[in-house]
């Protein structure tokens, strides 16, 4: 297993047009984590999935963002009419789930480098 | 809504200096984790602690939770170039929810 992995590593746009980002956690993890990251700043929680179940949603995942994860497996990312303030590094990581143990140990991937033009 | 705060913002020193980062918070977290990020690349993790006062080493950084489970410290030893990068803390519950991340401190170890 060589990790997350996130496809494409850098996307360029034009404001007003669809993005979608991949991500493929640990083969073993079954939480997958959604974040982004602005520069300077630390990662922001978006959303997370626990198998194909969407747990929990960011306020400030708009409704231009949703994410997938049908087989609870790899995750999808999308944004719709972007707009020049989605410019940000999106991560994604992943975790299992250990009863009894720290549930925050997040793997992450290299992330996605969006620049809305 | 759980936040962390860390400090410094940013620590430039030179090599072979010691140095402590903080993170802390007003709320109690089930556990901290520390990670370290690179520029253009995703946060790796470094350590967990989960337990008030645990205090855990990994080779020259050393890694302290608080009594009361608010605050963390990381201290290294010895600093290296190879140390430079942005140090992150993140905290959350044990459902996995919640989790947040500071800042992050800005590190520049100078040859």
């Known amino acids: 297993d060589t990790g997350v992995s996130q496809d494409p590593r850098h996307k360029i746009t034009k404001r007003g047009q669809n993005v979608t980002f991949r991500c493929d956690p640990i083969?073993?993890?079954?939480?997958l984590y959604w974040y982004r990251q602005t520069l300077g700043q630390g990662p922001e929680f978006l959303t997370y999935?626990?198998?194909?179940?969407?747990?929990?949603k960011s306020r400030l995942l708009s409704d231009r963002f949703s994410a997938e994860r049908p087989k609870g497996s790899f995750s999808t990312l999308e944004i719709q009419r972007t707009e020049q303030g989605d410019s940000a590094m999106y991560l994604c990581?992943?975790?299992?789930?250990?009863?009894?143990?720290?549930?925050?140990?997040?793997?992450f991937g290299p992330g996605t480098r969006l620049t809305v033009l | 809504t759980q936040l962390l705060e860390q400090s410094p913002q940013f620590l430039s020193i030179q090599e072979g200096e010691n140095l402590t980062v903080y993170c802390n918070s007003s709320?109690?977290?089930?556990?901290l984790q520390w990670y370290r990020q690179e520029p253009g690349e995703g946060p790796v993790l470094l350590v967990t602690?989960?337990?008030?006062?645990e205090v855990k080493k990994l080779k020259r950084l050393t890694f302290q939770f608080g009594d009361a489970r608010k605050d963390s410290s990381l201290h290294i030893t010895a600093a290296q170039p190879g140390d430079t990068g942005l140090y992150l803390c993140?905290?959350?519950?044990?459902?996995?929810?919640?989790?947040?991340f500071g800042p992050g401190t800005r590190l520049s170890v100078l040859p």
């Open positions: 990581a992943s975790s299992p789930t250990l009863a009894g143990g720290p549930y925050n140990e997040q793997f």
């Open positions: 083969s073993e993890h079954n939480r």
């Open positions: 709320s109690v977290f089930s556990s």
């Open positions: 993140a905290g959350g519950d044990n459902y996995g929810q919640n989790f947040v």
């Open positions: 602690v989960v337990t008030g006062g």
């Open positions: 999935f626990q198998n194909e179940a969407q747990l929990e």
